[in-house]
T-cell receptor
Framework: GENVEQHPSTLSVQEGDSAVIKCTYS??????FPWYKQELGKGPQLIID?????GEKKDQRIAVTLNKTAKHFSLHITETQPEDSAVYFC??????????FGAGTRLFVKA | SAVISQKPSRDICQRGTSLTIQCQVD?????MFWYRQQPGQSLTLIAT?????????ESGFVIDKFPISRPNLTFSTLTVSNMSPEDSSIYLC????????????FGQGTRLTVV
């Protein structure tokens, strides 16, 4: 079955710096790759996603890249702010019927 | 995006009892899912709630322990039966408005503590 690995498990950056979280997946049939942000005491919130026919997608300070050949996808956050501090999950899905999540990255943005 | 309401938001239960968690969506959705998130861990899919038929359970999860209902396209329940302290987790309802390559949204979760 699908397996999603996520690194690093913890990431600490200075406010204004960039943060990069990387994931790999195992199932070549995966075609949808969402990223979720989870703040303390809340459910995961979808922040950006990418589909298999696209190599890169950007939304303001957040961008995601996908390398299908290498089965890698990454989340890039630029100009980080303290409110970006949260746990981030990558995920992979085949057709939206089952989503497999990475282990999560706890991001700390120091003011 | 769909607005998802989960009840209760948290509960403390005695071992051996059962708790039913409700998930209500503000619009009809194709897919509804139940996840478990153990403390400090990632999300693990328990089952897919199918309207009008038995839920589809993932490996390691069984209907006797986690019975699920889905009477219509906007509502589902998950029951955690015969609870033990190991069942202490956050339980999350997730919905996908359309089948196929589509985003999934989560409720705020139910934080369950079994004592």
């Amino acid at each position: 079955g699908e397996n999603v690995e996520q690194h690093p498990s913890t990431l600490s950056v200075q406010e204004g710096d960039s943060a990069v979280i990387k994931c790999t997946y195992s199932d070549s049939a995966s075609n949808y790759f969402p990223w979720y942000k989870q703040e303390l005491g809340k459910g995961p919130q979808l922040i950006i996603d990418i589909r298999s026919n696209v190599g890169e997608k950007k939304d303001q300070r957040i961008a995601v890249t996908l390398n299908k050949t290498a089965k890698h996808f990454s989340l890039h956050i630029t100009e980080t702010q303290p409110e970006d501090s949260a746990v981030y999950f990558c995920a992979a899905s085949t057709g939206g019927f089952k989503t497999i999540f990475g282990a999560g990255t706890r991001l700390f943005v120091k003011a | 995006s769909a607005v998802i309401s989960q009840k209760p938001s948290r509960d403390i239960c005695q071992r051996g009892t059962s708790l039913t968690i409700q998930c209500q969506v503000d619009s009809q959705v194709t897919m509804m899912f139940w996840y478990r998130q153990q403390p400090g861990q990632s999300l693990t899919l328990i089952a897919t709630a199918n309207q009008g038929s038995e839920a589809t359970y993932e490996s390691g999860f069984v209907i006797d322990k986690f019975p699920i209902s889905r009477p219509n396209l906007t509502f589902s329940t998950l029951t955690v039966s015969n609870m033990s302290p190991e069942d202490s987790s956050i339980y999350l309802c997730s919905v996908a408005p359309l089948a196929g390559e589509t985003e999934a949204f989560f409720g705020q979760g139910t934080r369950l503590t079994v004592v």
